[in-house]
């Protein structure tokens, strides 16, 4: 068992990461903002001693003490996974929306546990494709962990300020601990486009996780004239990403200064639509199911990128789930909240 700080917890892929992590017998304290999000939290464990699940409030991550407290813990900490960042459309400034929290976020923590929290060996921490894409590529391009996206601080726009967020965060990390040299090391999970269950304790599906509102589209009706258009083409399932974390905390010699690209493929709105038409027949009426609807969330053209997940499954054993085991997880979760 290790005592594990998570930050974020009741987050969409956090709230898996803590699942796995009770599941496979370690001690967790997560941050949340409010006692009343640590309340969910607890009802969904309701047989979880407070010495396995505690929580640490931390309403303002942006704060570059936002986390001072949260890493102080008696028994101490051994390990930190931080998935704590913003992921939202809804910005009107990038930088006080997505780049401050994260790059705030990320280097906070990593300061409070070099300052407060020296029995902290390794440090896990929630990145994206974001920060490895380069849409100047050329299409027949493959991405691994070695690539890095170029963008600058004069190209962060409203358009492009969460990938300049991710990029910036993970790259603060990565200098962090090569200045400062902590008692820590490092690895950064870094996926697409997560899809899967929703256990994050939604009250509404007005509130469902950016990722998912393609899926609670496909399934209310909102998309039966045009399937949302498919964006990146590379996804992965939340418990397989979940899981990621997980390993690289608990293989932390093999893990240790890596990144992972956790990706279990290419995928497109039109096939998640399909597979909610063969699996769901009594939603059809509310999935786009003519030519004309289905175009925009067509599958990538042929030679669209490449991917190589090979350090994920050799060095984390990551086996990855398929899109259609994934997408009817999803559906029935969807289902089962209100509103």
């Known amino acids: 068992m290790t005592r594990i700080l998570l930050t974020g917890g009741s987050g969409f892929i956090a709230a898996h990461v803590l ?19 640590a309340q969910k939290i607890r009802e969904a464990h309701p047989n979880i001693s407070k010495d396995k699940l505690d929580f640490a409030i931390v309403e303002d991550i942006a704060k570059l003490d936002a986390f001072d407290k949260a890493v102080i813990s008696d028994p101490p900490f051994e390990t930190v996974i931080h998935t704590a960042s913003p ?3 809804r910005v009107t ?11 705030n976020g990320t280097v906070g923590i990593l300061k409070a546990i070099k300052r407060s929290a020296p ?41 492009t300020g969460y990938r300049a967020s991710k990029t910036f965060a993970e790259k603060a990390a990565w200098d962090f601990i090569e200045k400062e040299k902590p008692n820590f090391t490092l690895s950064a999970i870094n996926p697409p486009v997560v899809l899967g269950p929703v256990v994050h304790y939604l009250s509404t599906l007005a509130s469902i996780n950016t990722s998912n509102e393609r899926v609670r589209d496909l399934i209310t009706g909102a998309a039966k004239n045009s399937c949302p258009p498919t964006g990146a083409y590379f996804w992965v ?5 979940a899981l990621a974390h997980v390993l690289a905390a608990e293989k932390q010699a093999e893990a240790a200064g890596q990144r992972f690209f956790i990706t279990a493929g290419k995928f497109s709105n039109r096939q998640v639509a399909e597979i909610i038409v063969e699996e769901f027949p009594e939603l059809k009426e509310k999935v786009p199911t003519t030519e004309e609807a289905l175009k925009p969330g067509d599958f990538p053209p042929e030679g669209w990128f490449g991917y190589n997940n090979e350090k994920s499954k050799e060095v984390l054993g990551l086996a990855y789930r398929g899109l259609r085991e994934s997408v009817v997880d999803t559906v029935k979760s969807l289902l089962d909240v209100k509103g």
Do not use: C, M, Q
């Open 119 to 159: 029995t902290v060996k390794h440090v896990v921490i929630t990145s994206s494709f974001a920060s490895i894409i380069d849409p100047a590529k050329p299409a027949s391009y493959i991405f691994s962990e070695a690539d890095w996206n170029p963008i600058t601080d004069a190209e962060v726009n409203l358009a």
């Open 19 to 37: 699942d796995t992590l009770l599941k496979r017998g370690h001690s967790v304290v997560t941050t949340v903002r409010s006692e009343e999000k």
């Open 93 to 103: 400034d990038p930088r006080k929306d997505l780049l401050d929290p994260a790059i």
């Open 237 to 241: 399932d939340v418990r397989d990403v």
């Open 87 to 89: 992921f939202h459309y």
